[in-house]
Structure formats: structure tokens, C-alpha cells
């Protein structure tokens, strides 16, 4: 596990830019695995600046996003396809995109056939990731044994408060979410690790004190040959 301390979070951003426009520079047609929450927001709003310059070209590369809550309406304002939209989809243009449908019937079939139009896709080339203050990758809890392939999970109370300011008073926030499994985050060619934020000093140490944790699902990314953590100097502890 490469770690990348920045001075700021800008620098952060940039320099995870550069991993995605080599991404693409080196293969057009790149499966690309994506994240929400607040840290990829920088990031993203830089690969639409180099789209818009003409600096990167996504028109060929996939993209299959990392979760979905569950159940949410996809036009409900919190939900990621919603975020997704927002922040990238709408300003990229991309071959195709895919998100967990948060409005399926069938929840288990949802995640079975998310993993297999995945497998079918030649599997995930960079995979972006966040790591939220309890050591969840994805919306993989901690717990003391792991689905392998994506599934529907009850979500922990941290992530609950974490997430509970996106929701307005007296709304029901979703408590189980849909989420890519630890067989396919693996399975990824490269993953980037995004982190920001003095929130994050704690759950970094444990990540770097040399150990893997079977209750932070973070610590298990120690068994992958290819991840870079990309940090800035508040999230490092500086």
C-alpha cells in the first residue's frame, strides 16, 4: 500500500487526476470503478475541467459506481445516482454508466446482477475509494466476516450520523444500503484511496500501523498488490 501525502486538499484532487487521465491515456476503454461522498467532489470537478480543455477523452471508458442507498427513489436528491449526475455524469460524456438501482424488487437480484455485468466487463481497471471515521470502504460495514460479492447492508449507526445532515428534518433517511463486494473492489487492477480532513487522522493511523483488522474492512486493502492512499497533510495528522 502506497501512501501520497499532499499539502492540501486541491493537491489531493490533482494528483488523483493525473492517475485517471494515465488511466485513460493508456487505455480509452477503462472500466472505471466510482465513489460519492464529499472527498471525490474535488476530483471530479477536475476531470470535468480536463474534459471541458480537451485534456481527457472518458467517451469510450464504463463506469460502475461503488453503492446505491436502499431503498431510494432515483430521482430522490440524495440518492447516488442523483450525486452522480450532479457532480460528473452531466457534465462527462461517458459510454456507459451504471449504478445499483435503489428501487429494485429484488435487492439480492440486484447485486447478482451487478457482479456479473462487472465480470462481463472485463472487471474494474481503477477503482476510486473513500474510507469513512469507522474504516468502511464502500458501504462495507464493520464486521467480523465479509460477503464476497455485492450485497445488501445494514448500515452502522457512524455512517447513519455521518450521513444524516444530507437529509432534511423529519425525512427518512434509508438504514440498509446496496454495496459492491470486497470479490470485486479485489479484483480491481489499481485502487485510489481518497482522504481528507483531520476526521480521518484516527482511522489513518490504524491503517498504517501495519495490521489488518477483520472489524475495519479498510485494512483488508493491505492484501492487494496495487493501492495508492492519497491524503492531505490535515488527514496525516500534520
Known sequence: MKKIVCNTYEDVCRFAADIF????????????????????????????????????????????????????????????KSFMEKHLFSKVKFANTRIFN????????????????????????????GIGVNGHIAFIEPDTSYPLGSYLVNLAEDTLEANSRFFTDGEEQPVTALSTGLSTIFRARHLIMLVSGTNKVEIIK?????????????????????????????ANGE
Open 21 to 80: 487521465a494515465q488511466q485513460i491515456k493508456d487505455k480509452p476503454d477503462s472500466i472505471l470503478g466510482l465513489a460519492t461522498g464529499s472527498t471525490p467532489i474535488g476530483l471530479y470537478n477536475e476531470l470535468i475541467r480536463r474534459s471541458e480543455a480537451g485534456e481527457i477523452d472518458f467517451s469510450a471508458a464504463r463506469t460502475f459506481n461503488l453503492d446505491e442507498y436502499f431503498p431510494i427513489k432515483a430521482s430522490h436528491p440524495q440518492s447516488y
Open 102 to 129: 435503489g428501487e429494485a424488487a429484488n435487492p439480492h437480484a440486484e447485486c447478482a446482477a451487478y457482479d456479473a455485468e462487472i465480470e462481463a466487463a472485463g472487471g474494474i481497471d481503477l477503482q476510486l475509494l
Open 206 to 234: 490504524k491503517l498504517f500501523e501495519g495490521m489488518i483488522h477483520t472489524d475495519i474492512p479498510a485494512s483488508l486493502l493491505h492484501l492487494h498488490p496495487n493501492v495508492t492512499v492519497i491524503m492531505d497533510k490535515a
